[in-house]
């Protein structure tokens, strides 16, 4: 509870630190940046943090992290002092714009108390969820703690990889970097700091949805209120954005729905062997086979992982009918698994780029900045902030990026056509906004670009793995609902260009298909060798039948496609002919304000894209098919979605009326009943109803402790224990991963000779800088020679020795009389041993 407190007293207390900051940064949004500046808080305290430490001029330690918030601070009261002190005057949404920060607030504090409510609770919801279930165990949770734990003992940057010694992380870590800064100045152990961070996380997420809804809905014109000659503005109610966080981070897929009645036996013949046509057809794995009898659901009467099928929805098969696993997560999933990893880190800062985009869609960043010889039409601080929010991003989940620069180029794109109207000048525009953009993303986190490498290698194409309507509308619908009702309600929307859009949208898809498939004959097929093999593992004769059965399988899952053009080719519509002339002083002030409706466009259509990349083409990785590019697309898609879902659902509610209002109430309400099951019922399995068997507590070392007290005596002392590399078991699979090794370094910080292997080599491209570790280290276990162990632990600088009962079940078997003669014992205790080199 005490570290609870002091993560919440901390973030508040950054908030209000940056808040003049962010007051400076968005004065286009309504908020001012007030739900941002936590999240903006922490992006800009652990950058300068990160880059002070990069380059020697502070260590990675207490005083460091105190020197980059100083810094911080005389950012904000810089921008507290510069703050323009105008009477007040009345912004571009026709609202009173208090010229003082102080002004703002006293005239805000709906929004002000809602904020700080919503973050309080949610907050304390999750920290409250991972306290039920606090283990950091499975699925990639090690990796993390190692992360944050090997930062923890790093003196500088970059900090060194726990899991391969004498190497720095190859991993894009920064978010590893702003929980090891909270737990360090906080004085919390890191098997703390992980579920911490993960509520704080979920925090922070809410507290962004909701500020986005309501600059969103701040620039609405509600039709009961528009009068011929002006558009009457209204402050946004502080309780209708809560939308935004309930379809963000809450609102699920409709799997869990499909549990539920697949569970009471609905759709399943009678009889001893029952059968259903639609559970077959929809073909999700493990809801094939006919459920138990009786048909009820109890935690007792279903299985405990049912929940984590929901994020296994999408089922790829090849033309032979082999199954490939698809991962499709969505928030909710994400926090109910308690994964630390980078796409979960980075929400609140993909929110903070969705919210850097609106402010400049809105033109709120205008100026005028000359950088490499082009003339940008940006202020200078808004320019370099929104460099720090885009690099950021690609330093805490590379994958983002791609999202976040689209959208705040179009951003800048749509503004300038609102000031200058639509010309050929605007693609020179993107040009010079994109490039220097771009470049000085990259340089200003040139030291982790430096050290890093990836196991992306170009883009494959998909021609036989279609996504099937049916999958595709389990995973979306929930969102598609209100995104479908939203953009065919004609109100609020300028004229749409259906010709244009179509041959646009309909041109791309083609293009996409037609390179897919010009790729595959140019670079695959041009191999008679690989063409052979290829056909025979499909189980076709010639590329002629391979043409003709890959084609009539994407026309059997055409739902899928169709889907996507409905939504894409209005949105498009809508967009195309949005504010293409230039706008008169007089449209600026008074009637054509800019809208929000063009801006949801945006997320629309690019969540749109996001999910019809795949049909099409994979970015090539270790795994060899979509799995990981359906999953960071469909992840990103789903966080644009839910903000335009939220906001579609929140204008209609307020504009549609009788029987039309009833109706879509009505279906709303369905669709929220399927959406909601899932984390009603997932988090009751997941956490034992909330009947934790060994309490609350959100420090996962107490389950070390409880179930190896030996371990966690040493691991105790391997914590306070000067700096060296520990050798420890490996895997003795050659792509091991996932199971109980690298266990010391990860809990202890310190470098492992090898971790998991398997993941190493995702890491770095390869596994090259493994070397011959993977046989190395079972050699100075089992080898009687002395000779043969030194040299081992001098080519690797090895300084501890671990032996526990891991160690010691290892095949071939431990031979420990070598470490006896002729190594010192720095710990022993009943089960476990740790032996220093000199």
């Keep these: 509870m005490t570290s609870f407190i002091s993560w919440y007293i901390l973030l508040t207390l950054l908030g209000w630190i940056t808040f003049p900051l962010a007051y400076k940064l968005f004065p286009g949004l309504a908020d001012r940046g007030y739900t941002l500046s936590r999240a903006a808080g922490l ?6 943090f990160w880059i002070f430490t990069s380059f020697g001029i502070s260590q990675n330690d207490v005083g460091g992290i105190l020197l980059a918030l100083v810094v911080l601070l005389s950012l904000s009261v810089w921008a507290l002092l510069t703050t323009d002190r105008r009477p007040q005057t009345t912004d571009n949404r026709g609202v009173r714009d208090p010229s003082s920060v102080v002004g703002w607030l006293k005239e805000h504090l709906g929004l002000i108390l809602t904020t700080e409510i919503l973050f309080l609770l949610a907050f304390a919801f999750l920290a409250f969820v991972r306290a039920a279930n606090p283990e950091i165990v499975g699925t990639e949770k090690p990796m993390e703690l190692a992360f944050i734990d090997a930062i923890l003992r790093s003196p500088q940057f970059p900090p060194h990889d726990p899991w391969l010694s004498g190497y720095a992380i190859s991993y894009y870590h920064f978010g590893y970097i702003l929980t090891a800064m909270l737990a360090m100045i906080t004085g919390v152990p890191g098997t703390m700091a992980f579920n911490l961070m993960l509520a704080l996380v979920f925090g922070l997420a809410a507290i962004g949805a909701y500020g986005i809804l309501y600059n969103l809905l701040a620039l609405v014109v509600d039709q009961r209120q528009r009068t011929p000659d002006h558009d009457a503005v209204r402050r946004p109610s502080s309780i209708v954005p809560l939308l935004g966080p309930l379809f963000l981070l809450i609102v699920s897929n409709i799997e869990g729905f499909l549990e539920l009645i697949h569970r009471y036996g609905i759709l399943w013949s009678s009889g001893n062997s029952p059968t259903s046509r639609f559970w077959t057809w929809m073909d999700i794995r493990d809801l094939t086979s006919p459920p138990a009898q009786p048909y009820v659901w109890t935690l007792q009467s279903v299985r405990y992982l049912w929940w984590w099928r929901a994020s296994r929805v999408v089922q790829d098969y090849d033309l032979a009918g082999q199954w490939f696993e698809i991962i499709d997560e969505f928030p909710f999933f994400s926090f109910l698994l308690g994964d630390l990893h980078p796409h979960v880190l980075a929400i609140p800062f993909d929110l903070l780029a969705i919210s850097v985009a609106l402010n400049l869609f809105l033109g709120a960043s205008r100026g005028t900045l000359n950088l490499f010889g082009a003339k940008l039409h940006i202020s200078p601080l808004d320019f370099g902030f929104t460099a ?34 639509w010309h050929w000048d605007r693609l020179e525009d993107l040009a010079l906004f994109a490039i220097p953009l771009a470049i ?28 099937r309507g ?126 929000s409706t063009v801006f949801v466009l945006l997320l629309i259509l690019l969540g749109g894209l996001l999910v019809l990349g795949p049909e099409f083409l994979y970015l090539r990785d270790q795994f060899g098919w979509r799995i990981n590019t359906i999953f960071k697309f469909y992840y990103q898609a789903w966080i644009l979605w839910s903000l335009a879902a939220a906001f579609g659902v929140a204008v209609l509610f307020q504009n549609l009326h009788k029987i039309a209002g009833v109706l879509f109430r009505v279906v709303i309400g369905a669709t929220l009943i399927m959406a909601l099951t899932y984390p009603i019922l997932s988090l009751a399995t997941k956490t034992n109803d909330f009947h934790p068997p060994f309490g609350y507590t959100l420090d996962d070392f107490d389950r070390v402790r409880r179930e190896n007290p030996d371990e966690a005596d040493a691991l105790e002392w391997l914590k ?38 398997g993941h190493e080599s995702q890491w770095r491209g390869g596994t090259g800088p493994q070397g011959t570790r993977h046989d190395d280290i079972p050699t100075l276990y089992s080898t009687p020679d002395w000779n043969t162990a030194n040299d081992i632990i001098q080519r690797y600088n090895i300084r501890y020795i671990y032996i526990g009962s891991l160690e010691r079940s290892i095949t071939p078997p431990l031979q420990e009389e070598k470490f006896k003669s002729h190594l010192t014992v720095a710990y022993q205790n009943n089960s476990v041993v740790i032996y220093e080199i000199p």
């Design 470 to 595: 049916a999958h595709l509308w389990v995973m979306f619908a929930p969102l598609f609902i209100p995104i479908f009702a939203y953009l065919f309600w004609p109100a609020d929307k300028p004229k749409p260009n259906w010709r244009l859009a179509a041959l646009t949208i309909l041109g791309l898809t083609l293009l996409l298909w037609a390179i897919s498939w010009l790729g595959a004959f140019l670079v695959h097929f041009k191999d008679p060798t690989f063409t052979a093999q290829y056909l025979l593992s499909q189980k076709v004769a010639t590329l002629g039948a391979f043409f003709s059965a890959a084609s009539l399988k994407r026309l059997g899952s055409i739902g899928s496609l169709l889907t996507l053009l409905a939504i894409l080719i209005p949105g498009a519509a809508y967009l195309l002919t949005a504010d293409r002339r230039p706008l008169t002083e007089e449209e600026v002030s008074t009637v054509r304000r800019p809208r």
């Design 43 to 48: 992006l800009l305290w652990g950058y300068i």
């Design 388 to 421: 720090i929010v885009l690099g950021g991003l690609a330093f805490l989940n590379t994958w983002d990026i791609l999202v976040g620069a689209a959208l705040i180029v179009f951003a800048y794109v749509l503004f300038r056509i609102r000031e200058e109207g």
């Design 440 to 467: 000085v993303s990259v340089l200003l986190y040139l030291p982790f670009y430096l050290g890093f490498s990836s196991q992306a290698g170009g883009v494959l194409p998909n021609l036989v793995y279609p996504t």
């Design 720 to 757: 306070s224990a000067p700096e060296g590399v520990v050798a420890e078991a490996v895997d003795p699979s050659p792509g091991g991963s996932y199971g109980p090794y690298a266990r010391i370094a990860t809990y202890s910080g310190m470098p492992t000779v090898l971790g998991w292997p």
